[in-house]
């Protein structure tokens, strides 16, 4: 009894090892994941909490949701013709230079032109037959 028990310890120890690496291993990896840089967001609005957040919080969601911002993008530039437009035909009342420099600082930093978040495009030999290129075109590839 005692001498088949004493041989038994050592592969139970060894499956009790790397049970406990296997599960480190899988801890690690799932904080490499949670390990997050992104800037936290406003709960309310959506809009991300960065410097002037609440500046444009406070001036841009009185008329219309967070959301047309936030599902907007592009440059400094863009933004200036947004509010001017809305200043002129849609009643948004004038800045001071100082704060519209600050809602506009925010919008173009943090939702300026998205060119740089775009994915590269797959190359050719990654990507599926195209269902609708011409037998010609098949057979010279092929070819
Ligand atoms: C006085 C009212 C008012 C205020 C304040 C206001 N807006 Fe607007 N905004 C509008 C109206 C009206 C529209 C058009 C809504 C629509 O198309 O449904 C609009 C549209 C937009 C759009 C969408 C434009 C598009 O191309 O569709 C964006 C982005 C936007 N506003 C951003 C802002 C920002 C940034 C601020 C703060 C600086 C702001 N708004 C403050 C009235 C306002």
Redo the contacts with the bound molecule.
């Keep these: 009894m005692t001498r088949t028990n004493s041989r038994r310890h050592p592969a139970l120890a060894a499956a009790l090892l790397l049970s406990i690496g296997v599960f480190f291993q899988g801890g690690s990896f799932q904080g490499a994941w949670a390990q997050d840089d992104a800037p936290a967001t406003d709960p309310d609005s959506g809009l991300v909490q960065a410097e002037g957040w609440q500046v ?1 919080k406070a ?6 949701s967070a959301r ?2 936030t599902q ?1 993008s592009g440059s400094r530039n863009h ?1 200036e013709h ?2 001017r437009w ?1 200043q002129d035909t ?4 004038p ?1 001071q230079p100082e704060m519209e420099a600050t ?1 506009l600082d925010y ?1 173009a930093e943090h939702y300026g032109p998205k060119e740089d978040a775009r994915r590269a495009p797959l190359p050719r030999q990654l990507m599926p037959d195209n269902p609708y290129s011409r037998p010609a075109e098949i057979g010279s590839a092929s070819g």
């Design positions: 444009v001036n841009c969601t009185v008329c219309h047309l911002i907007n933004w947004l509010i809305m849609q009643g948004l009342w800045f809602i919008l």
